[in-house]
């Protein structure tokens, strides 16, 4: 069983509509989670970071986590064409490696 | 704002050629990491250093080496490069559990 799973995709939808990313994991010492951005031929940019469960918002982006169900979202509001992108989910224990395990990316499309 | 910057955006080289690829942060981060990034993959760690000359191997070290000899610049060299590292290349620095990505270097190996 992979420690991170992440529907690869595509996924996409019409401009304007809620979208709702998502990643599955199974180690239970996960305490901080976080979401990239990478849009084609980049690096992955820093989108949000949350430290165990609960919901942190930012514009029209909320990260969910729910420890208990091994389960963390990421909802994107009134969604725009430039927020066609592949959204990688990472996670830590926080035990002071500092690597994170990744999931592997959902390729988003947010057509006008 | 962190920047973490790579020397070369897209290199092309030959079988066996020795590749250097160089890696600058600015925000005096103690960790650095190098991952290749490959369809259907995702991100695999090749190293990370935690300090000045210090290195650990991550998941996927075969055929490549680091060297870390100040706290800003962090170099992954392909000793002798093969077609199956034809890949993406990215860097990545942090002081914590947030890791801040370099914008990548694609690889070619003909």
């Known amino acids: 069983q992979k420690e991170v799973e992440q529907d690869p995709g595509p996924l996409s939808v019409p401009e304007g509509a809620i979208v709702s990313l998502n990643c599955t994991y199974s180690?239970?010492?996960?305490?901080?989670f976080m979401w990239y951005r990478q849009y084609s031929r980049k690096g992955p940019e820093l989108l949000m970071y949350?430290?165990?469960?609960g919901n942190k918002e930012d514009g029209r982006f909320t990260a969910q986590v729910d420890k208990s169900s091994k389960y963390i979202s990421l909802f994107i509001r009134d969604s725009q064409p430039s927020d066609s992108a592949t959204y990688l989910c990472?996670?830590?224990?926080?035990?002071?490696?500092?690597?994170?395990?990744f999931g592997k990316g959902t390729k988003l499309s947010v057509i006008p | 704002d962190v920047k973490v910057t790579q020397s070369s955006r897209y290199l092309v080289k030959r079988t066996g050629e020795k590749v250097f690829l160089e890696c600058v942060q600015d925000?005096?981060?103690?960790?650095m990491f190098w991952y290749r990034q490959d369809p259907g993959l995702g991100l695999r760690l090749i190293y990370f250093?935690?300090?000045?000359?210090?290195?650990e191997k991550g998941d996927i070290p075969e055929g490549y080496s680091v060297s870390r000899e100040k706290k800003e610049r962090f170099s992954l060299i392909l000793e002798s490069a093969s077609t199956n590292q034809t890949s993406m290349y990215l860097c990545?620095?942090?002081?914590?559990?947030?890791?801040?990505f370099g914008p990548g270097t694609r690889l070619l190996v003909l």
């Open positions: 949350t430290y165990s469960s």
């Open positions: 180690n239970s010492a996960f305490q901080y």
């Open positions: 990545a620095s942090s002081r914590d559990y947030t890791q801040y």
């Open positions: 925000m005096d981060h103690e960790n």
């Open positions: 990472a996670m830590d224990s926080g035990a002071g490696s500092y690597q994170l395990t």
């Open positions: 250093s935690y300090d000045v000359k210090m290195k």
